[in-house]
């Protein structure tokens, strides 16, 4: 498990409104498309350097494919950089502002102190 890579995917899809839509609507071929072409690039680096073993688990890519955030949080993804992207995701869908926030705080809601640690 690397909980590095799902900070990476949630950052970097979050950052570009074209894929948050392409997310949205395919999440397991953007999911798949991304672990390919994204998951091994050096953010913010030269675009010959890259890594060659960075991958998702099966229970991660599953949480991703899905967009199951309450398993992404168990699992110690940030849960800011969760939020922000289902935010936008989401948001949309409700009638009414803070909607999604607050769906998202009841289905968090079973979780007790200590949280899941979000440490890289």
């Known amino acids: 498990m690397s909980k590095y ?3 990476k995917f949630l ?3 979050d950052r570009d409104p074209a894929l948050v839509e392409r997310y ?16 091994n690039a050096i953010l ?5 350097e ?18 199951d955030y309450v398993k992404l949080f ?15 995701m ?3 869908d409700h009638a009414e502002p803070l909607a999604f926030q607050k769906e998202y705080a009841v289905r968090l ?7 899941p640690d979000i440490a890289t």
Request: hydrophobic letters at 45%.
């Open 50 to 67: 890259a890594s060659t073993w960075l991958r998702f688990d099966d229970v991660e890519r599953q949480a991703l494919s899905t967009h």
């Open 90 to 92: 989401f948001e949309r």
């Open 24 to 39: 949205r609507e395919d999440p397991v071929a953007t999911v798949a498309w991304w672990e390919a072409e994204v998951a």
């Open 74 to 88: 168990e699992l110690g993804a940030h849960p800011f950089l969760t939020l922000t992207l289902f935010i936008a």
């Open 44 to 48: 913010n680096s030269h675009t010959a």
């Open 109 to 115: 809601a079973h979780f007790q102190l200590p949280y």
């Open 11 to 13: 950052y970097t899809v």
């Open 5 to 7: 890579l799902l900070d």
